[in-house]
């Protein structure tokens, strides 16, 4: 059975701090998605990284794929309020199939 | 564009009663997944359609799920007896047939209490 760690499951940060979230697996997967889910909402995807050792930037969230598509980390530089929320990994096979989500870390940013 | 929809959005039933979720795609997405988030747990797929297909149902609990997708637009998931464990929030997801990041793009979900 795949699985996927992710750590901390909670993040509780004042306004202007940094921080990385964590997404390991024993597996390797095809693409590696990253979720942010607001409080009554579904998931809504902010990035796919595909290429062991890539890095995606989103503003001031960047995102890296380990080198043996196992695992991927989540960094965002200056936390605003704005950031609250549960962030989601999802691990993914080939097309069309299911994706494997990890428990999620919810991250409280504080002004 | 629209995005996923789900329908209700809460639905609160007696343990031994039957509730129908619904959930319509992205117009022209082929492929449509339900997921299953329960208290404290991850998100875990139930299963999965290729138009009006069921490509894999592996995730499914039980036979009290029946899940169908007449015609390859909206799908239903009816829960038929309730238990108590069948609370959580229910997640319907699409995707493109050809997307090969296997990107998929969630609604918003249905909160099921079974009491």
């Known amino acids: 059975t795949q699985l996927l760690e992710q750590s901390p499951q909670f993040l509780s940060i004042q306004e202007g701090e940094n921080l990385t979230v964590y997404c390991n697996s024993s597996?390797?997967?095809?693409?590696l998605q990253w979720y942010r889910q607001e409080p009554g909402e579904g998931p809504v995807l902010l990035v796919t990284?595909?290429?062991?050792?890539e890095v995606k930037k989103l503003k001031r969230l960047t995102f890296q794929f380990g080198d043996a598509r196992k695992d991927s980390s989540l960094h965002i530089t200056a936390a605003q309020p704005g950031d609250t929320g549960l962030y989601l990994c999802?691990?993914?096979?080939?097309?069309?199939?299911?994706?494997?989500f990890g428990k999620g870390t919810t991250l409280s940013v504080s002004s | 564009e629209a995005g996923v929809t789900q329908f209700p959005s809460h639905s609160v039933i007696e343990k031994g009663q039957t509730v129908t979720l619904r959930c319509d795609p992205i117009?022209?997405?082929?492929?449509l997944y339900w997921y299953r988030r329960v208290m404290g747990k991850e998100i875990k797929f139930l299963l999965h359609?290729?138009?009006?297909?069921?490509?894999?149902e592996s995730g499914m609990p039980n036979n009290r799920f029946l899940a169908e997708r007449t015609g390859g637009t909206y799908s239903t998931l009816k829960v038929q007896p309730a238990e108590l464990e069948d609370s959580g929030v229910y997640f319907c997801?699409?995707?493109?047939?050809?997307?090969?990041?296997?990107?998929?793009?969630f609604g918003p979900g249905t909160r099921l209490t079974v009491t």
């Open positions: 997801a699409s995707s493109q047939a050809r997307d090969s990041l296997n990107e998929q793009y």
């Open positions: 597996s390797v997967f095809s693409s």
């Open positions: 990284v595909v290429t062991g050792g």
């Open positions: 999802a691990g993914a096979g080939q097309a069309g199939t299911a994706l494997i």
């Open positions: 117009s022209g997405h082929d492929n």
């Open positions: 359609f290729v138009k009006e297909s069921k490509q894999d």
